[in-house]
């Protein structure tokens, strides 16, 4: 699928789902945040919020659980959990720029023998592409807790400890 | 305009105009490249090419020439043309992700006065796309060109000087 002309976009799912992993691990121990608290939370769309929250699941960042007092719970350290863990759940891990290997095509084509390696052109679009992966894969959902003010931290973990 | 649930996706033009570019910077000085020969190296479309020629020479990276050896030369020295001047005169500027301040929404809404500078969701997603252009800021056209093997310069140059 191209998204021809838009320019690269990521889904407002990012930014709602970096926010909302951040509350989830701000949970009292051993419980779970149920998906209405979450969407009640940032006041998002619940049915869309459920997607993302779907993706996670299946990425082995949250982990869902049933029955009354069900939801989403971080599925492991929130120290071992990264931004780009989070984002590659929601947009998938394809790089933003794909090599059509056109070298290969028209008057100037490159014979295959040349080919072996990616052109200059494909390694700095990669070399970039790393270059944000690695600053995603520098912060840690432990960090984002960190950076929301203490006294909304505060105030949500009271919230959650009442279940509202 | 949103690109929902494709991820990030740099259109193909990119591609065809890093390469492209490099092939006008080898063009015999003072000469300028027709775009029927640009199409024809890479075997591209030229009503598409045009298109993407167009933005390049709107966001001053090539200069467009008319007459029976019209075409296109580069604006500036070539290694004074980054590989980020190509990428965002055709997919723009804007960043991939955008802060629609979902933290003043909802239940866990900050108050305004703890809103001031950007949220650290925000801060470490422009931090990212930063590095993503860093990295192409620091490749020029001219470094582009000396990546291409020699004898397909070569080939080029020759096949540039003959005008065909
Ligand atoms: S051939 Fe695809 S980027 Fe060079
Ligand atoms: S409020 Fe937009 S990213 Fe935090």
Redesign the interface.
Same mark, same amino acid.
């Given at each position: 699928?191209?998204?021809?002309?838009?320019?690269?976009?990521?889904?407002?799912g990012?930014?709602?789902m970096?926010?909302s992993v951040?509350?989830i691990a701000q949970a009292p121990a051993g419980t779970a945040v149920a998906r209405r608290v979450l969407a009640?939370?940032?006041?998002?769309p619940e049915a869309y919020l459920a997607k993302h929250l779907k993706a996670l699941v299946r990425a082995g960042v949250l982990v869902a659980t049933t029955g009354p007092t069900g939801g989403f719970r971080l599925a492991r350290d929130p120290a071992g959990i990264t931004?780009l863990d989070i984002v590659e759940a929601i947009?998938?891990s #394809?790089p933003?720029? @794909?090599?059509?290997e056109?070298?290969q095509?028209? %008057?100037?084509a490159?014979p295959p023998e040349?080919c072996r390696r990616p052109?200059?052109?494909?390694?700095?679009?990669d070399?970039?592409?790393q #270059?944000?992966?690695? @600053?995603?894969q520098e912060?840690t959902v432990a960090? %984002?807790v960190k950076?929301?003010?203490k006294?909304?931290r505060d105030?949500?973990v009271a919230?959650l400890s009442s279940g509202r």
């Open positions: 699928m191209k998204c021809y002309g838009f320019g690269m976009k990521l889904s407002q990012v930014e709602w970096l926010h951040a509350v009640e939370n940032y006041d998002l931004a947009e998938g #394809a933003p720029f @794909t090599c059509q056109i070298r095509r028209g %008057l100037a490159t040349l052109c200059g052109v494909a390694a700095v679009m070399r970039a592409h #270059a944000w992966r690695s @600053t995603l912060v960090d %984002l950076l929301t003010p006294p909304l105030q949500l919230r």
